[in-house]
């Protein structure tokens, strides 16, 4: 069985710029949801993506956007980047109606 | 909302002792999740409780539910340094959303 992997690890980016963040669920899962974790606190939930649609959100800015493709992949894509969006962004793939949700390694996001 | 509150959020405690992580929450929460986090890794699970009263166990570490309480402890037995982490308790809001706490970076001391 594969776990979540998530891709790229580190990724330096400036002010303004555009970045995607991917992640390819655990086999079997259909469901899969995005956090930002800041230095120093705890993940904070960004929206989850269910049957290719967003199924919940939390308080992030649209400017934070997100795709589930077919195979149940999923990005996260962030405009107009801020200082403050650098962060751990973590992926967690589940199968909807179960809660447990499975966490993949985390894409190191760091905004100059 | 579901509102999660951890405390201590900064505990050093030497090895073989024992010490409890508290973990509030504001409202009804489904489940209670613990995870330990390294540094700069990913979070692993490490217990889901499901009802109140559950208790589950591994190796030097115990947590529980009090949902009338709305209270869930991880509990540390005779602390070793390869417990060094950070630890979060997390709650359920909806079906969709982990609530989280702020953590507990624990350091075992030599």
């Known amino acids: 069985e594969t776990g979540v992997t998530q891709s790229p690890t580190h990724l330096i980016k400036t002010r303004g710029q555009q970045v995607t963040l991917r992640c390819s669920s655990q086999?079997?899962?259909?469901?899969v949801s995005w956090y930002q974790q800041a230095l120093g606190q705890g993940p904070q939930f960004i929206f989850q993506?269910?049957?290719?649609?967003?199924?919940g959100r939390g308080n992030f800015p649209p400017r934070f956007s997100g795709l589930q493709f077919p195979n149940y992949s999923s990005e996260l894509n962030v405009n107009a980047l801020e200082l403050d969006d650098s962060a751990l962004y973590l992926c967690a793939s589940s199968v909807q109606g179960q809660e447990t949700q499975y966490f993949g390694p985390g894409t190191r996001l760091l905004v100059l | 909302e579901l509102k999660v509150e951890q405390n201590p959020l900064f505990l050093s405690m030497q090895e073989g002792k024992n010490y409890t992580i508290y973990c509030n929450y504001s409202?009804?929460?489904?489940?209670l999740y613990w995870y330990r986090q390294d540094p700069g890794k990913s979070l692993e699970s490490l217990f889901v409780l499901l009802s109140n009263g559950a208790v589950k166990q591994e190796g030097r570490l115990m947590a529980s539910l009090d949902t009338k309480a709305r209270l869930s402890t991880l509990h540390i037995t005779a602390a070793v340094h390869d417990l060094s982490a950070t630890y979060f308790c997390a709650g359920t809001s909806g079906t969709y959303k982990y609530i989280f706490g702020t953590g507990t970076r624990l350091k075992v001391l030599a």
């Open positions: 409202t009804t929460s489904d489940r």
């Open positions: 993506y269910y049957r290719e649609e967003e199924n």
């Open positions: 086999s079997g899962h259909n469901t």
